[in-house]
C-alpha cells in the first residue's frame, strides 16, 4: 500500500506560481511513477504531467507544458509540482497518483490516489 497526500494548494492571480506537494508513505517510493491528474468545475479529471520512479523521465499534457514541471525528492518520498503562469484555466483540484507501470494519460492505470487540494486561479 502507498497513502499519498497532496498540500500547497491555494488561491492565487493568474500570472503566479504556486508548488504543490505530494507526500508518500508505505511501500519503497522509488517503485511507483507518479502523476498529476487535475479535475476542475464540471469537467472531466484530466492528465497533467507524470514523473518515473527514478525521476530521470517527464511527461507533460501539452496544456501545462513549459508552465508546469515536475520534480520528486526519493529521499524525502516527495513528489513536487511548480507551477508558473498560472490562468485561470488551471482552476481545479490536483490530485497524485502512483502505480508501478501506469499508462501515463490513462487514470485508471494507477492504483494509489491521494484526497486531492484545491487551486483556484482568480483572473
Known amino acids: 500500500q502507498v497513502q499519498l497526500v497532496e498540500s500547497g494548494g491555494g488561491l492565487v492571480q493568474a500570472g503566479d506560481s504556486l508548488r504543490l506537494s505530494c507526500a508518500a508513505s508505505g511501500r519503497t517510493f522509488t517503485d511507483y511513477a507518479v502523476a498529476w491528474f487535475r479535475q476542475g468545475p464540471g469537467k472531466e479529471r484530466e492528465f497533467v504531467c507524470r514523473?518515473?520512479?527514478?525521476?530521470?523521465?517527464?511527461y507533460y499534457a501539452g496544456s501545462v507544458k513549459g508552465r508546469f514541471t515536475i520534480s520528486r525528492d526519493n529521499t524525502k518520498n516527495i513528489v513536487y509540482l511548480q507551477m508558473n503562469k498560472l490562468e485561470p484555466e488551471d482552476t481545479a483540484t490536483y490530485y497524485c497518483?502512483?502505480?508501478?507501470?501506469?499508462?501515463?494519460?490513462?487514470?485508471?492505470?494507477?492504483?494509489?490516489w491521494g484526497q486531492g487540494t484545491q487551486v483556484t486561479v482568480s483572473s
Open positions: 514523473i518515473s520512479g527514478s525521476g530521470g523521465s517527464t
Open positions: 497518483a502512483a502505480a508501478y507501470t501506469p499508462i501515463p494519460r490513462r487514470s485508471e492505470t494507477y492504483d494509489y
